[in-house]
């Protein structure tokens, strides 16, 4: 009922930036919660920034002070500015966003199939 367009992935330099971004699109009568996940190679699946439909963010200790995560609510987007970008930041980068659907209205937690991140040094 609820799909996930993520792009803005890409191959950079360490010490550049990329922004990601993530339109939710389908039966959606709101949208709570919305944020980042990476998995770089051989690690596990892990939260790089959250944010509420407060607007509340929440972000990994290793990307603090360097990443942003922000939301479009008319466009059901979120968006993450990735700044100083380092190799160790390399992973593929899922959005996952916690909606409400129209018909019937019920929670559903959505995934993005990923974009992949390649920081070189």
């Known amino acids: 009922q609820v799909q996930l367009a993520e792009s803005g992935g890409g191959l950079v330099q360490a010490g550049g930036s990329l922004r990601l971004s993530c339109a939710a699109s389908?039966?959606?009568?709101?949208?709570?919660?919305m944020g980042w996940y990476r998995q770089g190679p051989g690690k596990q699946r892990e939260l790089v920034a959250g944010?509420?439909?407060?607007?509340?963010?929440n972000y990994a200790d290793s990307v603090k002070g360097r990443f942003s995560i922000s939301r479009d609510n008319a466009k059901n987007t979120v968006y993450l500015q990735m700044n100083s970008l380092k190799p160790e930041d390399t992973a593929v980068y899922f959005c996952?966003?916690?909606?409400?659907?129209?018909?019937?209205?019920?929670?559903?937690?959505?995934w993005g199939q990923g974009t992949l991140v390649t920081v070189s040094s």
């Open positions: 996952s966003v916690l909606v409400f659907t129209t018909t019937p209205l019920r929670p559903l937690e959505v």
């Open positions: 944010i509420t439909s407060g607007g509340s963010t």
């Open positions: 389908g039966s959606i009568f709101s949208i709570n919660t």
